[in-house]
């Protein structure tokens, strides 16, 4: 991948350019985080809905990875109780199209228990 100057993204988690990228890594890499950013990308969900959606998360997981998001601005709670993507949540969740369109070219290598 290339910056959109051209050069390559730096290596090695000791350059401090590379932190933002592995802080984003660590965010998107924890179980259900993108899952919520998908589920909640049509628009808000409340809690109950959210958890129906999201299968086999457990409420307790499910209640972590809300607060876990809010407090990293890619999502908010509503007065209604409902959660909804913050600006910040739209734009990552955008990230998601490019995974979706390779998963539909993939799918066959994926295996159907997923």
């Not at 890499?29 to 809690?47: A, D, I, K």
């Not at 499910?62 to 993507?85: C, F, M, V, W």
């Amino acid at each position: 991948m290339r910056s959109a100057s051209g050069a390559k993204p730096p290596r090695g988690q000791h350059d401090p350019a590379y932190a933002p990228m592995l802080a984003a890594m660590e965010l998107i890499g924890q179980r259900w985080n993108l899952r919520v950013l998908w589920e909640l990308e049509p628009g808000r969900l409340g809690f109950l809905e959210l958890r129906r959606r999201m299968g086999q998360c457990s409420s307790s997981m499910l209640s972590t990875r809300l607060h876990q998001l809010q407090a990293d601005g890619l999502i908010e709670k509503n007065p209604d109780k409902s959660y909804e993507l913050t600006a910040a949540g739209r734009e990552l969740s955008g990230a998601l199209e490019s995974v979706w369109a390779w998963s539909q070219r993939w799918a066959g290598s994926l295996g159907d228990e997923r």
